[in-house]
């Protein structure tokens, strides 16, 4: 059984490139969470997709998007990186048949993206 | 900010200790998750226990919930060093889509 997974595992950009981060979900899930982690803090709440439509989103700027394709896979975009967004970008599957507020997160390893 | 804190920030132990962290939140739940983080890894689910729930038990894990001091423990019973890893608390909001979590407690058992 595949758990969530991620590509890729690191990524160097420049500040004003683009970057899109991907995430396969665990087997039987149909939700993608996005979270971002900075060095030494918890992960912050990006946005959900559900039935390829965000659903809610988190305290980030439009430069953050993102996509859901009909197999629940998802997408992570970014533009006009900043510096400041150098962390681990970590995708959570979830599934909404069992209720969204008793399911856990599985989360995948995160992709590490490094901003210069 | 609905966000939790986690206390200690640091723990250390020995092998075969307890380890207890405590985690506080600001607004009503639904539900509170615990997870744990290996250093640079992704984080993986412990724990649930909902808001109608006191404790609950699995395997050396003990979580306790106090809603009315909106407060949660997580006791790791007899800890091996495969226990070393950062552990956070979650909260989720009235929708149950966007979690919460913590700046977490980073914990080492030293062998």
């Known amino acids: 059984d595949a758990g969530v997974t991620q590509s890729p595992t690191h990524l160097i950009k420049t500040r004003g490139q683009q970057v899109t981060l991907r995430c396969s979900p665990k087997?039987?899930?149909?939700?993608v969470s996005w979270y971002q982690q900075a060095l030494g803090q918890g992960p912050q709440f990006i946005f959900q997709?559900?039935?390829?439509?965000?659903?809610q989103r988190g305290n980030f700027p439009d430069r953050f998007s993102g996509h859901q394709f009909p197999n629940y896979s998802s997408e992570l975009n970014v533009n006009a990186l900043l510096l400041g967004d150098s962390a681990l970008y970590l995708c959570?599957?979830?599934?909404?048949?069992?209720?969204?507020?008793?399911?856990?997160?599985?989360f995948g390893n995160g992709t590490r993206l490094t901003v210069t | 900010s609905q966000q939790g804190e986690e206390d200690p920030q640091a723990l250390s132990i020995q092998e075969g200790e307890n380890a207890t962290m405590n985690c506080s939140y600001k607004?009503?739940?639904?539900?509170l998750q615990w997870y744990r983080q290996n250093s640079g890894r992704g984080l993986v689910h412990l724990i649930l226990?909902?808001?109608?729930?006191r404790e609950k038990h699995s395997g050396r894990l003990r979580v306790t919930l106090d809603t009315s001091k909106k407060s949660s423990s997580l006791l790791i019973t007899a800890s091996r060093a495969a226990d070393t890893a950062s552990y956070f608390c979650?909260?989720?909001?009235?929708?149950?889509?966007?979690?919460?979590f913590g700046t977490g407690t980073s914990l080492t058992v030293i062998p």
């Open positions: 226990i909902r808001s109608n729930e």
């Open positions: 607004t009503s739940i639904n539900n």
């Open positions: 979650a909260t989720d909001d009235y929708t149950g889509n966007q979690f919460y």
């Open positions: 087997s039987g899930h149909d939700t």
């Open positions: 959570a599957s979830s599934s909404r048949g069992h209720g969204s507020y008793n399911s856990p997160l599985h």
């Open positions: 997709y559900y039935e390829e439509e965000e659903r």
